[in-house]
């Protein structure tokens, strides 16, 4: 095993040591569970020399896993009260604990990468803020992130699935999506009601320079996903019937039946009207 881990036991005995309970309102559902710790941390594949970002540390038991590889870890976590208990879960390892919010902005300020992000991720704010960070911040490269399982459909879903959506565009135009492997709500400290899995992300390097447009359009299309695109688009185009058939798109289809690359030719011809 990489870097151990918190047991249920030993994380009972942490929390209640620094008189923490779980809060609800921050969605905080700590990891308990060493041997998905340690299946977090090897797929994640850091090590010396790497350079680390954790979204909410928690109670530490994956950011000091993490350290352990020789990364240097910065780790972000909004709950101040758990301040000097995470001093005692990652001791004198090479950990920088971050006590705020992990805004694509403050993880801007980190500095030039490359970057991986691992992380448990807070249901509350987690995935927005991958998409966000996927579209806004090449210098991370590679995102190894613990989400719910519908988040993690939806981020990997095709064309033609009733998952498919925008995350599913910005995620196959910014990256390559791939889900590791399921974890059971029986591994956290209070159970979530939901089942989480594992996802890998790496960002491509080839990033389209029409992608932010294209998403753009995705995000007006899927917005009346109901509408064929002659209608949701209506408002976009003053003919949008010549643009999509212009960029080789059937006027009556929906959104959910076009590929990332569709919108990109979307937004080439768009660009070019």
Known sequence: MIGGGQGKGELRALLQRHGHRP???????????????????????????????????????????????GAAVVAFEI??????LLMEAVGSL????????????????????PWTMVANLPYNVGTPLVLDLLQS???????VVMVQTEVADRLAAGPGSRRYGVPSVIAGLYGEVRTLFPVAPTVFFPPPDVDSAVVEIVRRRDVPDLAAAAVRLASIAFGQRRKMLRG????????????????????????????PERFLRLADVAGAA
């Open 23 to 69: 809060n609800k309102a921050l969605g905080q559902h700590f990891l308990a569970d060493p041997n998905v710790v340690d299946r977090i941390v090897r797929a994640a594949e850091v090590g010396p020399g790497d350079r680390v970002v954790e979204v909410g540390a928690g109670t530490g038991t994956l950011t000091a896993a993490l350290a352990a590889t």
């Open 137 to 143: 911040n090449a210098d991370v490269v590679r995102y």
């Open 94 to 113: 090479a950990v920088e604990l971050r006590f705020e919010s992990a805004t694509p902005h403050a993880i801007s300020g980190l500095g030039a990468g």
């Open 232 to 259: 949701s688009l209506a408002s976009e185009f003053d003919d949008p019937i010549a643009v999509l058939e212009s960029a080789g798109i059937d006027p009556t289809a929906r959104p959910e039946t076009l590929e």
């Open 79 to 84: 709950d101040r009260h758990l301040e000097t």
